[in-house]
Every structure is written in structure tokens, then in C-alpha cells.
């Protein structure tokens, strides 16, 4: 059975230029964007078509877990849509079904941004992978930052 995508809509007080910029901005992600309690140290971001993705997380101290997030754009509309792949590599071991597409949409309703995240598994297996809380911490912690420009 295919795993269930993961999907997930929130609005902020911003315009869709700022929620995009601190989406793809390296030190605006470096500012918010800690999954696990882990830093973000080095981010890689060439936003065309083609173009790789490449998030690397330092170890956090309790865990000393080397974290690298790397994919490639599909698609690229800026600040309107993103698609890319979105791989999980722990200490330079690939994740056993940590393979994913990400689309991530940037709208304006009613003078907010809205942004959707639409995360879907590329195995079939069940796997370790971000799941609907991790999101919901990371747009928490990136509605703070928003809040503090």
C-alpha cells in the first residue's frame, strides 16, 4: 500500500514574496528551519528547473546524527509553485524509503500567504520519513520568524 501523502495548509501575516524569500533564502532558512533540533549549516538552492537542492544539518549536540536533505527541481515558478524531490540521507546512508516529491505552493487570499505543503512518498514501503507534526513544527517555528521581519 502506497503511503499517504502528507498535506499541509497555513496562512501568515505576510505577503507571498516574503513567505517565498524565507522559504528559499539560505540565511532566512538558516534562521528558522531546524528539523529534529537540528542547525542548518549549508544550503545549496539553484531555483530553475534541473537545478539541485541541497540542505546540509550540523548534529545537535544529543544526537550526533549527520542530516543532509538533497533533491532536484521539477518545476519552478517563483513564488507561486515549487516541485522537487526531497531525499533524506542520515551520516551519508541514504534512508531506506526517505525518498520523496515535494510541491509547495505559494498563494495570496484576502492580503495573507498561503502556502501548501504537498509531501508524497516515492516508495511503497512504509518508511522513516517528516510526517504531518514535523511540518506542523516547522511552520510554527518559521511563522515566528516571519513575525520577527
Do not use: C
Not at 537545478?51 to 544539518?57: A, D, L, M, R, S
Amino acid at each position: 500500500m502506497l503511503n499517504d501523502p502528507v498535506i499541509i495548509i497555513q496562512r501568515f501575516a505576510v505577503s507571498k514574496a516574503d513567505l517565498f524569500k524565507a522559504w528559499t533564502d539560505e540565511s532566512a532558512l538558516k534562521a528558522w528551519w531546524q528539523p529534529a533540533g537540528k542547525k542548518l549549516s549549508s544550503v545549496e538552492n539553484n531555483l530553475e528547473e534541473g537545478g539541485k537542492v541541497t540542505y546540509i544539518f550540523k548534529p545537535n549536540g544529543k544526537d550526533d546524527t549527520k542530516l543532509v536533505i538533497e533533491g532536484e527541481y521539477q518545476e519552478v515558478q517563483p513564488e507561486e509553485k515549487l516541485v522537487y524531490s526531497w531525499n533524506w540521507i542520515l551520516d551519508e546512508t541514504a534512508l531506506e524509503n526517505g525518498n520523496y516529491l515535494l510541491t509547495v505552493e505559494f498563494n495570496e487570499i484576502n492580503g495573507e500567504a498561503e502556502l501548501t505543503i504537498h509531501q508524497e512518498s516515492e516508495s511503497e514501503q512504509e518508511g522513516v520519513h517528516p510526517h504531518k507534526e514535523g511540518w506542523e513544527d516547522a511552520l510554527k517555528s518559521l511563522e515566528n520568524y516571519l513575525l520577527q521581519q
